[in-house]
């Protein structure tokens, strides 16, 4: 049993949500600060973000297949959780998660279909066999790789990105609404709660793609393209500034006002959660790498590559750290503190075997990377041209050149 | 999206595959996962009652009960509780509810000039023990919790599945059957009355006895409350001792500031009560 300081209401001493509930918002983040990344690429025409465009939509893809799993786990009745998205009852803001869920992952896999598409048809043509059948079945009985219809695949690319971008804003920003919008926690009911949450989101999604792109530059033994590291280091810094900036103002705003949960949130904040909270996220997970990403950022020019590698490197670590902390703090702390406002109870240790154990939670942190490789051997994630053995990819210009798409749309070569 | 441009087949492929435009199969498309949806519904709707074997399901309303006929609600006063616990395990006794957990509870303040003292040992189900408090205590007094079977109810509002639901005669019940378990409800809660019951593991709370109140009976804690410092009645009745009460006392509700509009009201409140 917890050790309860003060007075907590009898039901009010478990924590119902648990690590799961701490990986959910994790895994969904990855999957909306991913796509943010191939969106500044696609949509937003960050030429330099190309090397990792692919691999942020490979990224945000992968990490969707899994989001849903914590959910399922956590569930007292798993069995009964399709009745979420069949019989969903719409004052929950819970009971959006089906249509948000299914409607990104079906723009996500028609928009991964069609930036794949050309290689999908070109392993069609390549292989022989059971291979031959499966690329067949992936190119959907459509072979054609005319100029035009590149420029078609295109056009599709920027509409699904212009729609998948507020999608994955959307899927990730409910879950941040979820929390907000509980009036019975003072630590979690505030509107800033979504912004938070997709704020953190970007910097997670942007901090392991520097991480990914330095393991995949390693792998394939080729340098790290340093306009592109430059570039994710920049958003980096500028997100994880958003991110800091929104978590203290939450909190200062509540320490200024002395709201009534104020007393109980900062005893909060200074017992419980002052590892996680004070140290781990503000001072590890978000001064030092604030510090040392503005030395990348400011010192770009006098910076050698494998400096420039290494700071930008540990700050994307620290950052993943910082981010997984928030999710702790924020889903864990506000039930370690009685709905009476008057106790709070001692910490929550997750069980480390079982449905919500910490394997678990480390299984499903590791999975997204088996689908990423499996992704990788199938279609490959590097840009069209630089993959091992690929015949050179020509340039397939729309009608009307690069300015009827826009620049960087889709992964032509100039 | 339309597909002119003739496909050519894969060389040394399938003889020749059937050529079929992005706008044909997306249309498949639609109306396979049309079909899915529905088989999954059907499906779903008829999952076997087995899965949710030991699930407590709504208590059953009696027969030729009226519920429209009724608005009931809950009146405590908290200056006749003497804080023996015999609500605590009647309810235990009446409900099956798990140890640990609790369905109503009582909890003690002791208050003075200086601070303030509340507990609740195991619910108040074996009584108080003696207290030593760290300040000149000049008030002390106990008040009974459960659900408020509010009116306004977040509980039911964050329900994904409309698991929570409430009566025509103003109660607010779980079905165990349909509940997943995902303790929204516990978490919207703002009176700690929810709780995921560790046996059924779907979420539990006081139900005032539905099983007795639609057979004319009164709630277990009502009924064996020594002192009748808990009472229960239907605003609907002329001349119901509970009705009076809240339209002629002075009655407070909990946490009135959330605009839950909780029917569970406590005769002459202390500002210390939360």
Not at chain 1, 351 to 361: I, N
Not at chain 1, 381 to 402: C, L, T, V
Not at chain 2, 202 to 212: F, L, P
């Amino acid at each position: 049993m917890p050790q309860i300081s003060g007075f907590a209401f009898p039901n009010d001493v478990h924590v119902w949500w648990s690590l799961m509930i701490v990986m959910y918002p994790y895994i969904t983040g990855f999957v909306a600060g991913a796509f943010i990344v191939t969106s500044l690429f696609h949509l937003f025409g960050r030429a330099e973000l190309r090397p990792v465009a692919r691999l942020a939509m490979a990224t945000s893809f992968s990490f969707l297949l899994v989001a849903s799993l914590p959910l399922q786990l956590h569930l007292g009745h798993p069995e009964r959780g399709p009745l979420v998205l069949v019989t969903p009852h719409f004052t929950s803001a819970m009971a959006g998660f089906g249509m948000l869920y299914g409607g990104y992952l079906l723009i996500l896999a028609l928009e991964v279909w069609f930036v794949w598409r050309r290689e999908i048809v070109d392993r069609a043509r390549r292989s022989r066999g059971a291979a031959r059948a499966f690329y067949a079945t992936l190119a959907l009985g459509t072979y054609d790789t005319s100029p035009e219809a590149l420029a078609v695949d295109h056009r599709a690319i920027a509409v699904l990105a212009g729609i998948g971008l507020p999608g994955a804003c959307m899927l990730h920003g409910y879950v941040g609404f979820i929390f907000g919008a509980i009036k019975a926690n003072p630590w979690w009911s505030t509107p800033l709660m979504p912004i938070i949450f997709l704020v953190s989101a970007a910097v997670s999604g942007i901090a392991l793609l520097l991480v990914l792109y330095q393991v995949v530059s390693k792998l394939r033994g080729r340098p790290a393209d340093q306009p592109c590291v430059s570039s994710l280091a920049r958003w980096l810094w500028l997100f994880l500034i958003l991110t800091l900036s929104l978590e203290l103002l939450e909190i200062l705003v509540m320490a200024y006002e002395r709201s009534d949960s104020w007393l109980i949130i900062s005893e909060l904040i200074t017992t419980r959660l002052e590892l996680s909270y004070v140290t781990v996220q503000m001072i590890v997970g978000g001064l030092i790498p604030m510090i040392l990403l503005a030395v990348v950022v400011l010192m770009n020019r006098y910076l050698h590559p494998r400096v420039r590698n290494t700071l930008s490197t540990a700050a994307a670590l620290l950052c993943l750290l910082q981010v997984f902390s928030m999710r702790w703090n924020i889903v864990i702390g506000g039930q370690l503190l009685s709905k009476s406002l008057r106790g709070l109870r001692s910490h929550y240790e997750p069980e480390l075997f079982g449905r919500e154990g910490v394997l678990m939670a480390l299984a499903l942190v590791l999975a997204p990377f088996a689908i990423l490789w499996i992704f990788d051997r199938v279609l490959g994630i590097d840009p069209p041209g630089q993959a091992d053995g690929e015949p050179e990819a020509h340039a397939a210009a729309a009608p009307g050149g690069a300015a009827a798409t826009g620049p960087g749309l889709g992964d032509v070569h100039p | 999206m339309d597909d002119r441009t003739p496909c050519p087949a894969p060389t040394g492929g399938p003889s020749t595959p059937r050529v079929l435009g992005r706008r044909a199969f997306l249309e498949d498309v639609l109306l396979l996962s049309g079909g899915a949806v529905v088989f999954l519904a059907g499906a779903t709707a008829a999952a076997p009652a087995a899965a949710a074997e030991g699930a407590a399901s709504a208590p059953p309303a009696a027969e030729g009960y009226q519920p429209w006929e009724h608005r009931w609600a809950y009146l405590v006063d908290p200056e006749r509780c003497i804080g023996c616990g015999s609500c605590v395990r009647a309810c235990s006794a009446e409900n099956h509810v798990p140890d640990g957990f609790f369905r109503t509870w009582v909890e003690r303040y002791v208050t003075g000039m200086d601070g303030t003292s509340v507990d609740s040992p195991n619910g108040g189900k074996d009584g108080f023990p003696a207290l030593q408090v760290a300040f000149v205590a000049t008030k002390s007094f106990f008040v009974p919790k459960m659900c408020n079977h509010c009116r306004e109810t977040p509980c039911i509002q964050v329900c994904p599945v409309g698991a929570s639901y409430r009566t025509p005669d103003g109660v607010v019940l779980v079905d165990g059957e349909r509940c997943i378990g995902c303790a929204y409800c516990v978490q919207a809660c703002p009176f700690g009355s929810r709780f995921l019951s560790p046996e059924t593991h779907t979420a539990e709370k006081c139900t005032w006895c539905y099983h007795r109140i639609t057979r004319g009976l009164r709630p277990a804690c009502v009924e064996v409350c020594p002192t009748g410092a808990r009472a229960f009645g239907d605003l609907r009745r002329e001349g119901d001792p509970v009705r009076h009460a809240i339209e002629h006392d002075r009655v407070a509700v909990l946490q009135p500031h959330l605009r839950t509009e909780p029917q569970c009201f406590y005769l002459h409140l202390d500002g210390e009560v939360r």
